[in-house]
């Protein structure tokens, strides 16, 4: 077989991850997320229609416009706590189909003088999805990075990453019998034509891996670490340290350390087996803040939040502005931002799950939202 079958389409980097496991030996659950999305050539965000209605996955930007002017409009509020610098960047980690970047700058232009200091750039591994955003963003002299390590340094950075920690690579480790910490890994199942969880035997030192409070954590648990998502946390924080600014990351996530397993794949608006269907669905896992945060605090960041999505986006005026578009809207259309404002919102939907934390530089102002 060359491939695994989803939806009548094959899953070419099926094979590929098969010769890998076979020449290294079962790889670690972060070099396999790692594959499945960011494969030069059958990598999911380089290969497929991943966000929007006929994609695998809506995200709050796509829901409505509300949520990326509210973005903008706290970008150009921390602009002028900044003391309104001549020059600012304001870069968007992450941005998808670049929604999210074109909503924040319309509403940006409110405060013209903002729009005029910030340079928006782009950081963004995908080929593909650069091009969506280059057509969405024309006008705007935006500028494209490959990652965080090649911005610019020589002013200071306001950055908005929505949904992009949770498709950063995580590793897994189960406490075994034994009581030691074992890496999951991804093994070729019985004739080799398919993909398999397995233990290695291997124990591992725990203190470099995981947080204290899981030490004396149940035999058998499943828990995630994310060195990639860490890395984050320190350069942001190295860059705010050194340029000022603020960050703020959007994503679903657990305030609490050893949440349990939460890798998952999504394939056309449903869950799916990870293993099942390489390259051509989304994977990710929810993003462990507290690791985040500390992180952020030993690179020297100020840490505001997490606070939930709903909380946030009411803290920066969500219904008025959805009161405002109803008033404009066509008839028959109110109903619509109604609905969205609760998708984004409401506990039971979006604005628990999904979380908000801001970096700031130490000692700078408190950002809008978190009080
Ligand atoms: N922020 C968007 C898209 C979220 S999907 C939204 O809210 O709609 C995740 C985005 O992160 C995609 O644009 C994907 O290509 C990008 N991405 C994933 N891993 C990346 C990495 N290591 N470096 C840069 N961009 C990455």
């Not at 969880?197 to 058998?220: K, N, V, Y």
């Amino acid at each position: 077989m060359d491939g695994a079958q989803a939806g009548g389409v094959t899953a070419p980097l099926l094979p590929v991850l098969q010769r890998r496991i076979a020449a290294e030996g079962p790889i670690t659950v972060a070099a396999f997320m790692a594959d499945c999305l960011l494969h030069p050539e059958h990598g999911y965000y380089r290969t497929r229609e991943a966000i929007g209605l006929g994609g695998d996955f809506v995200t709050a930007p796509e829901i409505s416009q509300m949520f990326g002017e509210l973005l903008g409009l706290w970008a150009a509020d921390y602009w002028q706590k900044l003391g309104c610098p001549d020059r600012c960047y304001l870069v968007e980690l992450g941005p998808g189909r670049g929604t999210l970047m074109r909503d924040a700058l319309r509403a940006a232009r409110a405060l013209p003088a903002f729009r005029r200091a910030a340079q928006p750039l782009l950081v963004e591994a995908s080929e593909r999805l650069r091009e969506m955003q280059h057509r969405l963003l024309a006008g705007e002299m935006a500028q494209w990075h490959d990652d965080i390590a090649a911005l610019p340094t020589d002013a200071p950075v306001i950055v908005l990453a929505n949904e992009f920690l949770d498709a950063l690579p995580v590793r897994q480790f189960q406490r075994g019998d034994d009581g030691g910490w074992h890496e999951r890994r991804i093994a070729l199942a019985g004739d080799g034509s398919s993909l398999c969880f397995m233990l290695d035997p291997r124990s591992l030192p725990f203190e470099e891996l995981l947080p204290p409070e899981l030490r004396d954590a149940p035999h058998g648990v499943i828990v995630e670490s994310s060195p990639a998502v860490r890395a984050v946390a320190s350069e942001i924080a190295a860059r705010l340290r050194k340029q000022g600014g603020a960050a703020l990351f959007i994503d679903y996530g657990y305030d609490r350390p050893g949440f349990g397993e939460t890798l998952q794949a999504v394939f056309r608006h449903a869950y799916a087996d990870p293993l099942a269907q390489p390259g051509l669905a989304d994977l990710t896992a929810h993003v462990d803040f507290i690791s985040f945060a500390r992180a952020a605090q030993r690179g020297g960041a100020g840490v505001w939040g997490p606070v939930g999505q709903g909380a946030f986006l009411a803290s920066l005026g969500i219904s008025m502005r959805a009161a405002k578009l109803k008033q404009q809207a066509a008839p028959g259309k109110a109903a619509d931002i109604d609905r969205d404002l609760q998708r984004l919102t409401a506990p039971e939907e979006m604005g628990t799950l999904f979380k908000v934390m801001a970096l700031t530089a130490p000692e700078a102002p408190q950002p809008a939202g978190f009080s």
